[in-house]
């Protein structure tokens, strides 16, 4: 057995519970000051469902104040300390509602006037909002429309971290190296999401789901939603990350991100930790690292707004390392 494969086995131990949740309050900020929701353990598997990025649940209820990105948790991951890291493998994401919205414009600082569009008008989607595009959920088919419009739903998390050092509270708006508001349309069903560890127990955050996005987030949203989500979540000790990372069958990916960081300043940092990832953890010379990621990177721009992502196939892993599996242990 390799030593990957050993370690994996220890942070997924074979009986886990169950923990059906619905927050009754929902934050904008990943802190440490907000009171926990449920207590977990290693392996535990979170059931629970999101609000979308204004607050409105399944049933059209608000449940927020106000409007960006409320989150579920925080969880408290029992074991969890400074310098380790979570992993939060998403199980199953589903679509709830019939509905959805996205901004109405790509965010660009110039269009040229015949390709100016006009704002769809408040209380189209929501009461006093006009800027927001409704789009229609066919659950039954797993298509979004709007207008002659139709594509495949795939539903994922916009937004999945946890409070970061000391009493820093950063909204959920950026992005960062505690995670946030990621939006990378590869964070969804069967990706495994890896999160550094800043406080006892991890306090660990996530919603803003998407029914569809494509990359680089160009309206400034998904098709903003409700969902039912479902996660089991594992510890890896000492594993001291820089900033969140995220596991495929196919894929090992470093996510770029600064609050008010550029596309070149993000680009840098999932760089640079793709190559401590290659090297630390995949086996790799220093040398091969370079190599690897000069023929093999794909980057995403994974928002305008300056999130990268570099993705690496495991298939080009000369140490074929093995793949998380699907059944909650590795």
Not at 237 to 254: D, H, M, N
Request: charged share 20%.
């Amino acid at each position: 057995m390799t030593r990957f494969l050993s370690v994996a086995l220890a942070a997924w131990p074979a009986v886990a519970a169950e923990h059906r949740v619905v927050a009754e309050h929902y934050w904008h900020t990943f802190s440490a000051a907000h009171p926990i929701l449920r207590t977990v353990k290693p392996g535990d598997r979170i059931i629970t469902k999101t609000v979308d990025s204004a607050g409105f649940d399944l049933t059209g209820v608000r449940r927020t104040v106000t409007h960006g990105n409320p989150l579920t948790g925080p969880f408290f991951v029992e074991g969890a300390q400074p310098g380790d890291a979570l992993e939060v493998r998403i199980d199953r994401i589903r679509l709830n509602r019939t509905t959805g919205y996205t901004g109405y414009q790509v965010g660009v600082k110039e269009t040229p006037p015949r390709l100016q569009v006009q704002k769809p008008g408040a209380d189209v989607v929501y009461k006093g909002y006009d800027y927001l595009f409704p789009w229609t959920i066919d659950l039954k088919r797993g298509v979004v429309r709007a207008g002659r419009l139709e594509f495949a739903a795939q539903p994922m998390l916009g937004c999945i971290g946890v409070a970061p050092e000391g009493d820093y509270s950063p909204r959920s708006g950026p992005a960062g190296h505690w995670g946030g508001n990621l939006d990378y349309n590869l964070i969804r069903e069967g990706s495994t999401v890896l999160l550094p560890v800043f406080h006892p127990g991890g306090l660990l955050f996530f919603g803003d789901g998407h029914a569809l996005q494509g990359d680089g987030e160009a309206l400034g949203s998904g098709v903003e939603t409700s969902l039912d989500v479902e996660v089991t979540v594992g510890l890896r000790k000492g594993r001291a990350l820089t900033g969140p990372r995220v596991e495929t069958v196919e894929w090992i990916a470093s996510v770029g991100g600064k609050e008010g960081g550029r596309l070149n300043e993000t680009l840098e940092i999932a760089t640079r930790d793709m190559l401590r990832w290659l090297t630390e953890e995949q086996g790799l010379s220093t040398q091969d690292a370079h190599l690897l990621i000069g023929m093999r990177a794909r980057y995403d721009v994974i928002t305008l707004g300056g999130s990268v992502g570099l993705r690496i196939a495991r298939a080009d892993l000369p140490t074929k390392r093995p793949a998380p599996s699907r059944g909650g242990r590795h």
